[in-house]
């Protein structure tokens, strides 16, 4: 039997990730709530429709971020999924060397961004008795790795919010767990890594499987989980 449609608020909709999490939702009928910085963008991607409101805001601006939040509950009544897709990623300096601007650039495209989005959406959440909260962390959250200290550190910190989080809520009836791809295929990976095989990274698609999975009623007794999904790394 088909579940009834929900209202999905996805970050970072625009992106390669966003497009295949929204055709996901989309093929399951939910309405869908499509987040991103530039406006035209997300019309260009989607369209609108009365089942789909794409709404501009900058994640890291937190009235911003509440604006997008209240307008999608005003549109729909309510929100029962976060999906945080929005992040960033750089390679930068030795730990001992690396810039402040590299330091905050990471934790707000990686930490901040989903802390803003959770502060807006939770409450609403909590007045409808519960919800689901899917992050996309990274892999390489596990285990640092030489140039890349900023971003490991910050994609571990997602990971130990989406733990926590998970802790506070799960007696409330809200769910929340994160993904953690390896190399995802998209042009611009393809790109900066010219010889090596895609077909061996993880296709956007497969891992917004894996993403409608933890927002579905299946994943019901998941909580706190760091999924790996790695494709054939």
């Not at 093929?27 to 429709?49: I, T, Y």
Request: charged letters at 20%; glycine letters at 10%; one cysteine or more.
């Amino acid at each position: 039997m088909t579940p009834p449609p929900r209202t999905v608020l996805v970050t970072g909709a625009a992106g390669h990730l966003g497009r295949a999490v929204v055709d996901a939702f989309a093929a399951r009928g939910d309405r869908l709530v499509l987040l991103g910085r530039r406006l035209d963008a997300l019309r260009a991607a989607f369209g609108e429709g009365p089942d789909r409101l794409p709404v501009a805001a900058d994640l890291g601006l937190p009235a911003q971020v509440q604006a997008a939040v209240d307008a999608a509950v005003a549109r729909f009544g309510g929100i029962d999924t976060l999906c945080h897709l929005a992040g960033g990623f750089r390679m930068g300096e030795p730990v001992h060397e690396t810039t402040e601007a590299t330091w905050t650039a990471m934790f707000d495209l990686n930490v901040r961004s989903f802390i803003n989005a959770s502060h807006a959406v939770v409450p609403h959440m909590l007045a409808r008795g519960g919800g689901r909260i899917v992050a996309v962390g990274a892999q390489a959250a596990l285990k640092g790795a030489a140039g890349m200290g900023a971003y490991v550190a910050s994609k571990s910190a997602l990971v130990r919010l989406v733990e926590s989080m998970s802790a506070e809520l799960r007696d409330r009836g809200i769910g929340v767990n994160c993904v953690l791809p390896s190399v995802i295929d998209t042009p611009e990976n393809r790109a900066a890594m010219p010889d090596a095989d895609p077909a061996r990274w993880v296709a956007p698609e497969a891992l917004a499987d894996a993403i409608v999975f933890l927002a579905s009623d299946a994943s019901r007794a998941v909580h706190g989980a760091a999924l790996p999904v790695t494709g054939r790394v």
